[in-house]
């Protein structure tokens, strides 16, 4: 294919899976569920951290997440008592745990209280061209307050060589524009154009596939080169291909 064609046809398939449809089988539903901004981000961000492994399950497990919150994130991560927080005890998602679920609610209380919330973090601290240098900067906040080691795993570091995917994947529904009620648009201060795309084993043999990724690893070098190519299809939202390149390998076993 050419880069007009290769650029028409991935045009067509942004069109096919960015639509409300697309929320019946994508973890993305579980922020759906809330209109206040604040449980909006929270739930999305948490869902977006389980968001490995068989997505029946990840969609289930958000589920339980949010009942054990109260259906009310916000409130409950700036409110929460010990007892609360002892009811957070057996919940799973393979190796993300309770004791890694209590010290998020306990850093994400942090943030709201003296980081002006999720989307202060990575408004204040953006780069110019790309949010993978912010990234590594919120994992530094995420664990300013007392942490186990174990949990360190589940927030990634792009500067460690880490394509993020699940931060990457939050950030997108967070900013992109909610034109057609997938993505919600909420963070107004951050550009489409610096965001990158969510890397993942589908995402990444679509790209290959493609001839938009060179690199095998799935890792921080092939999302810049991935981003590169993306960019160049959309500079403005480079992003709205994630849908393409995943519904392609998902849904269509391309």
């Known amino acids: 294919m050419t880069k007009s064609e290769l650029k028409m046809f991935l045009d067509e ?20 569920l809330f209109n206040k901004k604040e449980d909006i981000e929270i739930s999305a961000f948490l869902t977006a951290t389980i968001a490995w492994g068989n997505r029946k ?8 997440l949010m009942d054990k919150m109260g259906q009310s994130p916000y409130d409950f ?21 309770d004791i890694d679920l209590t010290f ?6 942090n943030i ?5 919330g999720l989307e202060g973090v990575f408004t204040n601290h953006q780069d110019r061209d790309s949010l993978q240098p912010t990234i590594s900067k919120f994992k530094e906040i ?7 080691q174990r949990t360190t795993k589940h927030v990634s570091d792009p500067l460690k060589g880490s394509a993020a995917k699940r931060i990457n994947m939050f950030l997108r529904w967070m900013v992109r524009d909610a034109a057609t009620n997938v993505d919600f648009g909420i963070w107004k201060n951050i550009s ?5 795309c969510p890397l993942d084993v589908h995402s990444g043999n679509v790209a290959r596939k493609l001839g938009l990724l060179k690199r095998k690893q799935n890792d921080a070098k092939a999302l810049a080169e ?11 939202d480079p992003v709205k291909y994630d849908f393409a390149l995943f519904g392609l390998g998902v849904f269509e076993k391309f």
């Open 77 to 97: 991560v700036m409110n929460y008592s010990d007892d609360d927080l002892e009811n957070l005890a057996g919940f799973v998602h393979r190796t993300f745990n």
């Open 226 to 236: 991935l981003d590169k190519n993306l960019r160049k299809l959309d500079p403005l």
């Open 104 to 109: 998020f609610i306990q850093s994400l209380k």
């Open 142 to 148: 995420f664990f300013e307050i007392p942490y186990e």
């Open 57 to 64: 399950s990840i969609i289930n497990n958000s589920h339980k």
């Open 192 to 196: 489409p154009a610096k965001l990158s």
């Open 112 to 116: 709201y209280t003296k980081h002006n």
């Open 13 to 32: 398939k942004v069109v096919q899976y960015n639509n409300p449809e697309f929320l019946e089988t994508d973890p993305i539903q579980i922020p759906h």
